[in-house]
């Protein structure tokens, strides 16, 4: 499994907040509100700007003890939401 | 909403606070007060007629100021050229807002007014509301317009939220039933009032910091009533009791009722909170304001009740009775 490379942030309207076992997104211009299992919650507070999402699935994997190669992929796919919502921009590509 | 937009609908160019001439003075010298949570609501520059309708309207809420004002509004005459005219057939009716860090700008049918936020609560907000001068019937519903807005903001300045719901107290302990328009929250409320319990509000109540306790225990929060009422009269007095269970309406085929997770509670919470929710320069307040008073519930007290239209009323009312005895 290659690892993803690429490295996103949070949309500049975008605030979240772990409440219990789940996570709130707050999309301020789409006046949206969205709510997000724990995984994607710790997820979102990984995504800084700096770190890539192999690095983000490597973190998560080391936290829950579960197959890396799995939470890659997992990881991968949230991500590919996240961006196609809004939610979070493109940092860098995969490859430069 | 950008500055460029700002009120389009409903002004005619310039806001009149920048028209510098365009202001006629204010509508009289005579002042009153709405007391309301999160405290006093002043309004100087009235009319005889306008305190009259606020009476009316606001009941016995309504009185002298007295004391230091958390709103202080002032009200200016505006030409009528100021507004445009409104085909209002089919049309659901929301405010403009223009927001800034110290600042909410809004317009609406007949108004404009301008609020200033304060850096400490203590020190109050302060507003500027200006009317259609030829439309002087239209003014207790403008000036309740800024009302709704500036307790908003007045709520988050201390701590609280206003919310769109139904508010119901029984038995000492209350419940909001929260809900956008169409939610069902007066349907809710009206079975509520059948079976003599208090109706706080059928359209928004004010969800406050409950009281700290000793060794920095925090009780839970307060639902207090508020008189910005859809279908039902606001309740006498000013009734209000400490929250034991927050259910979010859903349309279903039966009632029905699943707990509520605590990230969908505080998702349902932004979504029902007016005004402040749409503000850029508020989110974070708002985020922790909520996620505090939910923290204060007791446990389990979130749930989404699917209602039918009989409202689910005996499905909330057994929550609530359960909350008693426990």
């Known amino acids: 499994v290659s690892r993803d490379r690429r490295v996103l942030r949070l949309a500049g309207d975008v605030r979240h907040r772990v409440v219990g076992d789940e996570g709130v997104v707050l999309r301020q211009v789409a006046r949206e509100v969205l709510v997000v299992n724990e995984t994607g919650a710790r997820v979102l507070s990984l995504i800084d700007g700096s770190r890539t999402l192999g690095g983000i699935a490597d973190a998560l994997a080391g936290e829950r003890d579960a197959a890396p190669a799995v939470v890659a992929r997992d990881v991968t796919t949230f991500a590919d939401e996240l961006l196609a919502a809004g939610v979070a921009e493109l940092v860098r590509p995969a490859a430069e | ?326």
């Open chain 2, 1 to 326: 909403m950008t500055a460029a937009t700002f009120g389009e609908r409903f002004l005619s160019g310039e806001p009149p606070r920048e028209r510098g001439g365009m202001e006629i003075g204010s509508p009289g010298e005579l002042a009153g007060a709405v007391a309301l949570p999160g405290g006093s609501h002043h309004l100087h520059g009235l009319s005889a007629a306008q305190v009259e309708a606020l009476a009316r309207r606001f009941g016995e809420r309504w009185g002298s100021p007295l004391g230091a004002a958390a709103v202080e509004v002032r009200v200016h005459r505006a030409p009528p050229e100021v507004f445009r005219t409104v085909d209002t057939r089919g049309w659901e009716y929301a405010l403009d807002f223009d927001f800034t860090a110290d600042r909410v700008h809004l317009a609406g049918l007949g108004l404009y007014a301008d609020l200033h936020l304060p850096p400490a609560p203590q020190q109050g907000l302060r507003a500027g509301l200006w009317v259609d001068s030829s439309a002087p019937a239209a003014f207790p519903g403008a000036a309740e317009n800024l009302l709704r807005v500036a307790t908003a903001y007045r709520l988050l300045a201390v701590g609280g939220v206003l919310v769109h719901a139904a508010g119901v107290a029984c038995d000492g302990l209350a419940l909001a039933a929260v809900g956008r328009s169409g939610a069902g929250k007066s349907t809710f409320a009206r079975a509520a009032a059948e079976d003599g319990a208090t109706v706080l509000s059928d359209d928004l109540v004010a969800l406050l910091p409950g009281p700290k306790g000793e060794h920095g225990a925090t009780a839970p929060p307060r639902l207090a009533a508020l008189p910005f009422t859809g279908d039902l009269p606001a309740a006498p007095g000013a009734p209000e009791a400490p929250c034991a269970v927050v259910l979010r309406l859903e349309q279903a085929p039966a009632d029905t009722l699943r707990p509520l997770g605590p990230g969908e509670a505080l998702a349902t919470l932004i979504a029902c909170a007016p005004s402040v929710n749409a503000d850029p320069h508020r989110r974070e307040t708002l985020l922790a304001t909520l996620s505090a008073l939910l923290a204060a519930l007791p446990a389990g007290a979130c749930r989404a009740l699917g209602c039918t239209a009989a409202g689910g009323w005996p499905l909330a009312a057994s929550l609530l009775r359960e909350a008693e005895r426990s």
